[in-house]
T-cell receptor
């Protein structure tokens, strides 16, 4: 069993839809949680960063962490074709530029 | 452009040959990471450096793999006697230990194809 499991996708939604992406993890020592976005043939780039349980909002993106259930989510509101990418959840034991453990990624396609 | 730079972007080699990838991190970043990513999977940690010191190596990193970061600047990842299973994207990332978010800045990767 992998330490971090991510819904496999791929996911295809129409423009304007609300998208929900999820990950579960098994190691309760993970304390910092991130979402990275990876466009085709590019390296991942940080989208959201959270530490505590609860919600964090940034524009159309909301990251949710539930440490008691070992479950994290990313919500995208009013999805746009430019959101089409692979979304990777990632987590670490410490926040100070430490090693990240990634999920497998969910490929999202937003159609016109 | 002052982002993370990786070379070559794509390398095709025959099984048994040696290959070397280079990573130039963002100049003030003291940490440098190597990850491997195969199709449909997330990046898997291989190793990381703080300045010139290699602090951790994954058990995924067999004896055929070696990484260096002389003088704490650029890094090289060498794969000896390549196997078809080594075919993957090799990603380099850099970061600052003082970063409040611990964000890793990734390069665009070096794709290895072993025939």
């Amino acid at each position: 069993q992998k330490e971090v499991e991510q819904d496999p996708g791929p996911l295809s939604v129409p423009e304007g839809a609300i998208v929900s992406l999820n990950c579960t993890y098994s190691n309760s020592a993970f304390q910092y949680f991130m979402w990275y976005r990876q466009y085709s043939r590019k390296g991942p780039e940080l989208l959201m960063y959270t530490y505590s349980s609860g919600n964090k909002e940034d524009g159309r993106f909301t990251a949710q962490v539930d440490k008691s259930s070992k479950y994290i989510s990313l919500f995208i509101r009013d999805s746009q074709p430019s959101d089409s990418a692979t979304y990777l959840c990632a987590m670490s034991f410490t926040g100070t530029a430490s090693k990240l453990t990634f999920g497998t990624g969910t490929r999202l396609q937003v159609t016109l | 452009d002052t982002g993370v730079s990786q070379n070559p972007r794509h390398k095709i080699t025959k099984r048994g040959q040696n290959v070397t990838f280079r990573c130039d991190p963002i100049s003030e970043h003291n940490r440098l990471y190597w990850y491997r990513q195969t199709l449909g999977q997330g990046p898997e940690f291989l190793t990381y450096f703080q300045n010139e010191a290699q602090l951790e190596k994954s058990r995924l990193l067999s004896d055929r793999f070696s990484a260096e970061r002389p003088k704490g600047s650029f890094s090289t990842l060498e794969i000896q006697r390549t196997e078809q299973g080594d075919s993957a994207m090799y990603l380099c990332a850099s970061s600052l230990t003082s970063s409040s978010t611990g964000e890793l800045f990734f390069g665009e990767g070096s794709r290895l194809t072993v025939l």
